[in-house]
């Protein structure tokens, strides 16, 4: 099936900006990942989504990142991407791309993190 792979996190001060890409191989059926999304977690707390984008590139994100974050796919090169912008020490956490085959529009924007069969490694972002 479709392997993801990270990368694009470091340490940035509050206020900047980071962009996080991550690939989806080849190797997996394009129906695999109709529903692409980041999540991210923080020692102590519990796997949450930032964002997700459906098959058809309707988006949802979690409100406290709204207006800051944005989640966009470039289909050519299988590539999903998180901008993210005025970043807050309270974004600090390893960021995880997470994939599943739910095609169904409103399905795929309801989804919590056991609905999403493909995980990436993680990349950490830390911001201070």
């Known amino acids: 099936h479709v392997q993801l792979v990270e990368s694009g996190g470091g340490s940035v001060q509050a206020g900047g900006s980071l962009r996080l890409p991550c690939s989806a191989s080849?190797?997996?059926?394009?129906?695999?990942?109709?529903?692409m999304a980041w999540f991210r977690q923080a020692p102590g707390n519990e796997r949450e989504a930032v964002a997700i984008?459906?098959?058809?590139?309707?988006?949802r994100y979690r409100p406290s990142v709204k207006g800051r974050f944005t989640i966009s796919k470039d289909g050519a090169q299988n590539t999903l991407h998180l901008q993210m912008n005025n970043l807050k020490p309270e974004d600090t956490a390893m960021y995880y791309c997470?994939?599943?085959?739910?095609?169904?529009?409103?399905?795929?924007?309801?989804?919590?993190?056991?609905?999403?069969?493909?995980w990436g490694q993680g990349t950490q972002v830390t911001v201070s």
């Open positions: 080849a190797s997996g059926s394009p129906e695999s990942h109709n529903c």
């Open positions: 984008i459906s098959r058809g590139g309707n988006t």
């Open positions: 997470a994939a599943s085959g739910r095609g169904l529009e409103s399905s795929c924007l309801a989804s919590a993190a056991p609905e999403f069969a493909v």
